[in-house]
């Protein structure tokens, strides 16, 4: 969280975002303190300093614009881990707009939020609500999905149709599929296929997923798998009906028919059975990432089955009433069967190729492997770095306990001398228990230490030696307003360690 707000109002909403997780030690900082780290002696920022501050760094209070986009650029450009990372900033303001324009996604604000940051942005949300941005990444990976439906099945078609038409030509001297059916099957695969397979609603299931990484492929590994699994289908069963098609459903052949003879139901099958292979794989498309369920949630989509049909119902008009201008036969119902039989099978085709992995599965099952025993050993260093955690907390819990009772100490003189007549010489006040370590003084909040101010009083002038009444019962100790002042509400100790930010006010 980077704002211009007081450090300690910025640490409380951060704690009460989550920004600030407890059991972990995180970063707050100030802009001065953050330039400190990150600058040298000259004033240039080094990125190899504000890669050691920047991993831990949840809370920078007191900033300036400059600082966003240092920040920005910083993360960036950092090295840190093996891949880039990805920035996303969030802003309504004008100081925002640099910041916004370096983040690889900028959200604005569309009623709060400033002209110059809506055009320095990427998305705008329109209702100023964060939620929206779930929504947001949701459509995005919907529109990626979409894409990628749509290649698989027009990759498929386009691979097919092209063998079919170049073998056919060279081996028969007459291409199976004439210019007109190409013509609709074109108009099957670029303008339905797109209208059907682009429409799909985004559910909660996508913001289960990982997201990709910049430099993925757009066409995955499953992708490719299912392109030429289902194009070796179809081009067996073309080619199987071109060839010994005539003897299997008895009927005259087709290849070698005169130039100007009527259409033959021999080459009428073969379109037919091309038509309904890519219907039925249209089905096999709505799903890019592997899943066996091919109809879920099919009838959320309304325009992907009224496409479907209406294809169906106009390629059953092309056959049966076509006639010379499609190049088509009326076909018999047995045909009409064994052309739907043999579409049907490119559904149970997909899942055959569901449960056969990807390419190049063994040298991914070799990394996989790498992977796996690198995470074995990365566990037994987690458990190591665990152990000393536990120390390191203990420490801190001793010195925050201790820190405490030395506070508590201090309010009961500091209740003694109000009532009982003029506080006691400084030396007095001294010999009491030992000074906190230099540890206590971090973990506490920043030049608000009651050492300092007990330090500053030595330096002032000394006090007249004067005899203290007899002392009286003390009153309970209101340990529980310290405690809040220390920065743990009733008197908790606090769970993470906020660094730097001194000057920013008693709390």
Partial sequence: MVTGDNL??????????????????????EGREFNRRI??????????????????????ARSSPTDKH????????????????????????????????????GFAMGIAGTDVAKEASDIILTDDNFSSIVKAVMWGRNVYDSISKFLQFQLTVNVVAVVVAFTGACITQDSPLKAVQMLWVNLIMDTFASLALATEPPTEALLLRKPYGRDKPLISRTMLKNILGHAAYQLVIIFTLLFVGELLLDMDSGR??????????????????????????????????GERNVFAGIFANPIFCSIVLGTF????????????????????????LWCLFLGLGELL???VLAGV??????????????????????DDVDDEAEAAGEGRRGQVLWVRGLSRLQTQMRVVRAFRSSLGGPPPRPEARGGGAPPPPPSAAVRGHAGHSPHRRHRRRERGPPQPQQQPPPPRPPPPPPAQPRDRALGAPGGAARSHVCLGGGGGGTP
Avoid at 313 to 335: D, M, W
């Fill in 8 to 29: 300690n109002t910025a640490r409380a909403i951060a704690a009460k975002c989550g920004i600030l997780p407890p059991g972990e030690e995180w970063l707050c900082l």
């Fill in 39 to 60: 600058r040298n002696e000259k004033g240039e920022v080094e990125q190899e300093r504000l890669d050691k501050v920047w991993p831990k760094l949840r809370v920078l």
């Fill in 70 to 105: 240092t920040l920005v650029k910083g993360i960036i450009d950092s090295t840190v881990g093996e891949q880039r990372q990805v920035v996303a900033v969030t802003g309504d303001g004008t100081n925002d707009g640099p910041a916004l324009k370096k983040a690889d996604v």
């Fill in 256 to 289: 070698q028919a005169p130039l100007h003879a009527p259409p033959s139901e021999h080459y009428t099958v073969i379109f037919n059975t091309f038509v309904m292979m890519q219907l039925f794989n249209e089905i096999n498309a709505r799903k890019v990432h």
């Fill in 313 to 336: 119902a106009i390629q059953v008009a092309i056959v049966q009433f076509g006639g010379k201008p499609f190049s088509c036969s009326p076909l018999s119902a047995e045909q009409w």
């Fill in 349 to 351: 085709w997909g899942q």
């Fill in 357 to 378: 992995p990807g390419p190049r599965c063994g040298a991914w099952q070799g990394v996989a492997g790498r992977g796996r025993r690198d995470a074995e050993a990365d």
